[in-house]
């Protein structure tokens, strides 16, 4: 007899680096990016969209140098064996868009996108191959009005996003100010050596929040070990090098005018650093004169950005909230955010230069700044729930919750079978806040009866006997059909 064949079937599993969503996180994302949306559309941007495959070689920052292009990018040929990837951000194909409509755009071009991108990259806690990305461009205008214009916008967008004032601050530098530091160290050289030391102290600059000044010279010098016995190679710099990087960090100043002042003083003599000056100084006297002073704007010389992507103005949203996790240690969010001045990315395509400038929220991680300042906060509810106890009465039901639905409330009918248990079980589930009843009884008389769950579930904690909960039920009441609506409002009204 021959054996049986055992039938496949495949694991439920979710590929490395990727996750299921549900439910309140979605809605939560929903509603940030809707704000932020309009924050963008008030201001004159359009929406794009664009396709989530672009063709490789139009990508740009991995370009294909194997058989097989995955260098930080999911890839595959088509039919006509060309190589396309999923695109790893919102810029790079906004910049084939441009190029490929130039002629017909106006320009300045303004444009807002959100959607998802993906990065073949390592995952890790928190760290997901794929992410939602949420930009602002306008390609075609000149520093500095557009950068001050971006900046203004980046606070406006988080304060939308629910980020009260005084808990962020846009930080501000210019990639000419870093050349210009590296040029007057003496760190200009073209070879691959001098080429990977200005990166190291770039790098030792970007961790000056968290290691410190004493820890920066360190990696400036010699090099560092850190706690657990890991040495880190420095750059190698001179004492007098370290002196002048230094200063250069710390000619931030209390307001950005004495910042520009002392940077003015720092590159007298650098044609590129001056010219970074005279960025700063005009976007931040536009800013300061709409209002936007160093408590939103801020010029702040540690923020390190892609060096060789940013030409100009860099900047980046930074929470600057104090929280405490659970069990009480400091919880520091940082950057949500960041974006700057790339005037040689349509370069690619159109062979002159475009001058270009954006920014771009990080969804993820703001929306978790958000849920946790809102730790402590009851959930949001889920929808009414009508209860299905007559087969026969089902439109009944549904014209209940569309009447629901018609006065702005979530609502749903029960579709799951008449059992009277299950159906408050599935709306406890639910979160749902109210469940409305009508069975042959209540349809007889012409009513529906009300059922307030969250004050039901609160009482029932204090009733120890079912006679006292029989007799006196002041979280289930019985309305007229027509006084459907106004019931359940005034009911919700009592939560809120």
């Known amino acids: ?46 929406p794009l969209e664009t396709p989530a495959f672009e063709y490789t070689d139009a990508l740009g920052k991995f370009l294909p140098d194997v058989d097989r292009p995955n260098a930080g990018v999911f890839s595959l040929q088509d039919d006509d064996e060309q190589w396309m990837s999923l695109r790893y951000d919102l810029t790079a194909p906004l910049a084939r868009f441009v190029a490929k409509n130039f002629d017909a755009l106006p320009k300045p071009f303004r444009r807002y996108a959100v959607g998802p991108v993906w990065r073949n990259e390592k995952p890790g806690p928190g760290r997901y191959r794929q992410f939602t990305q949420c930009d602002a461009d306008t390609v075609g205008a000149s520093a500095p009005h557009a950068d001050a214009e971006m900046c203004i916008l980046f606070a ?32 200009a050289g073209e070879g691959e050596a001098e080429t990977a030391q200005r990166l190291t102290v770039l790098r ?23 706690e657990s016995g890991d040495f880190t190679d420095g750059a190698g710099l001179t004492a007098d090098q370290i002196d002048r990087v230094m200063t250069f960090v710390a000619s931030t100043a209390g307001t950005n005018e004495e910042t520009c002042n002392r ?27 709409l209002g936007y002073a160093e408590d939103r704007i801020q010029i702040d010389l540690s923020i390190i950005r892609g060096l060789e992507y940013y030409t100009g103005p860099v900047f980046e949203a930074d929470l600057t909230f104090e929280a405490k996790d659970d069990k009480g240690r400091p ?85 799951g079978g008449s059992n009277f248990a299950k159906q408050l079980k599935y709306a406890d589930k639910r979160a749902a806040p109210v469940a409305v009843i009508q069975g042959s009884d209540e349809r007889e008389k012409g009513e529906v009866t009300i059922k307030d769950l969250v004050l039901g579930a ?20 019985a309305v007229k059909r027509d006084d459907l609506v106004e019931a359940v409002k005034n009911t919700l009204a009592r939560r809120r």
């Not at 940077?263 to 004169?289: K, P």
């Not at 609160?458 to 289930?476: F, G, M």
């Open 1 to 46: 007899m021959a054996k049986k064949q055992k039938t496949f079937r495949p694991k439920a599993r979710v590929p490395r680096g990727f996750r299921d969503r549900l439910g309140a996180e979605i809605a939560a994302e929903r509603e940030m990016l809707a704000k932020i949306s309009a924050v963008y559309e008030a201001h004159g941007f359009d």
């Open 156 to 187: 406006d967008v988080m304060e939308a996003a629910g980020i009260a004032r005084g808990d962020y601050v846009i930080r501000l530098n210019d990639r000419r100010l870093l050349t210009g530091l590296l040029e007057t160290t003496g760190l």
């Open 204 to 226: 030792a600059l970007d961790k000056l929040d968290r290691l410190g000044e004493e820890g920066v010279r360190l990696l400036l010098g010699p090099g560092r070990k850190d």
């Open 263 to 289: 940077l003015a003083e720092f590159f007298a003599g650098s044609e590129t650093g001056m010219a970074g000056v005279a960025d700063m100084r005009a976007i931040a006297a536009q800013a300061g004169a």
């Open 331 to 415: 919880v520091r969010f940082g950057s949500v955010g960041g974006g700057g001045r790339y005037d040689g990315l349509v370069k690619r395509f159109k062979g002159v230069e475009v001058p270009a400038v954006g920014i771009s929220v990080g969804v993820s991680r703001l929306l978790a700044a958000l849920e946790f300042q809102k730790k402590g906060e009851a959930d949001a509810p889920g929808p009414v729930i009508v209860l299905a106890l007559e087969k026969g009465q089902m439109a009944q039901y549904q014209a209940m919750a569309a009447e629901l639905r018609a006065a702005g409330l979530r609502a749903e009918v029960y579709l």
């Open 458 to 477: 609160e009482l029932s904690k204090d009733i120890e006997d079912n006679k006292e909960w029989r007799e006196d039920q002041p979280a289930q009441f």
